[in-house]
């Protein structure tokens, strides 16, 4: 559901890619790692709304996922929606615990650097390990410097074409550098 009518995003090829029909997700090592695990761990989608909108939309509660947004319309998804805003990264309730998402999704709001430390922050402090930054391609140094992820090969598309160039970048063997 989108809360409001929410725009295309630059993660509609992205998502199709991590959210393969047959329930599973790509990770590292173990290609097609079964639904369930993700039930036992977590997904934090950081500024990534959409992201959180088809896991739920595919998955249903066989997931576990939390969305991090500073638009208060997504509070409809009661105790999953977390206020978030970037320029507090760890001003967050006291029950989202240290380290306790298997992955952190990101798309960060604004192509700067202070905007993508800060984001890093939160994104440092949610993850056990794994991290997809979605961002502007000219945000790739910053981001290696900052997370250390690497863009992959999986360019994503926007149907409203952007003035910016967007990447995919992972710190993990995802799968998006796969069949390209
Ligand atoms: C570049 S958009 C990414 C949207 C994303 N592609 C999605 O999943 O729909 C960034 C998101 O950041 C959110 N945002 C805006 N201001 C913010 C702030 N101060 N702190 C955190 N997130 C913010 C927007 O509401 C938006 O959902």
Same mark, same amino acid.
């Given at each position: 559901?989108?809360?409001?009518?929410?725009?295309?995003t630059?993660?509609?090829?992205?998502?199709?890619?991590?959210?393969?029909?047959?329930?599973?997700?790509?990770?590292?090592?173990?290609?097609?790692?079964?639904?369930?695990h993700?039930t036992?761990?977590?997904i934090?989608?950081?500024s990534?709304?959409?992201?959180?909108?088809k896991?739920?939309?595919?998955?249903?509660?066989?997931?576990s996922?939390?969305?991090f947004?500073?638009d208060?319309?997504?509070a409809?998804?009661?105790?999953?929606f977390?206020? &978030?805003?970037?320029?507090?990264p760890?001003?967050?309730?006291?029950r989202?615990?240290?380290?306790?998402?298997?992955?952190?999704?990101?798309?960060?709001?604004?192509?700067?650097?202070e905007?993508?430390?800060?984001?890093s922050?939160?994104?440092? &402090?949610?993850?056990?390990?794994?991290?997809?930054?979605?961002?502007?391609?000219?945000?790739?140094?910053?981001?290696?410097t900052?997370?250390?992820?690497?863009?992959?090969?999986?360019?994503?598309?926007?149907?409203?074409?952007?003035?910016?160039?967007f990447?995919?970048?992972?710190?993990?063997?995802?799968?998006?550098d796969q069949?390209?």
């Amino acid at each position: 559901m989108a809360p409001p009518s929410s725009p295309p995003t630059p993660w509609q090829r992205c998502r199709s890619s991590m959210l393969s029909g047959s329930g599973t997700w790509p990770q590292a090592g173990r290609p097609n790692t079964p639904l369930e695990h993700w039930t036992r761990t977590g997904i934090a989608c950081v500024s990534a709304p959409s992201v959180y909108q088809k896991l739920r939309q595919r998955h249903g509660q066989a997931v576990s996922v939390y969305i991090f947004e500073y638009d208060r319309r997504f509070a409809v998804y009661g105790e999953e929606f977390i206020f &978030y805003d970037y320029n507090k990264p760890l001003e967050l309730p006291a029950r989202i615990a240290a380290h306790s998402f298997d992955i952190v999704v990101a798309d960060p709001p604004y192509l700067s650097e202070e905007c993508l430390r800060k984001t890093s922050e939160t994104i440092q &402090y949610l993850a056990q390990g794994k991290i997809l930054l979605c961002t502007g391609a000219i945000m790739e140094e910053a981001a290696a410097t900052l997370l250390g992820v690497k863009r992959c090969k999986f360019i994503p598309q926007h149907t409203r074409n952007l003035a910016n160039e967007f990447r995919c970048y992972v710190n993990y063997d995802s799968g998006l550098d796969q069949g390209l």
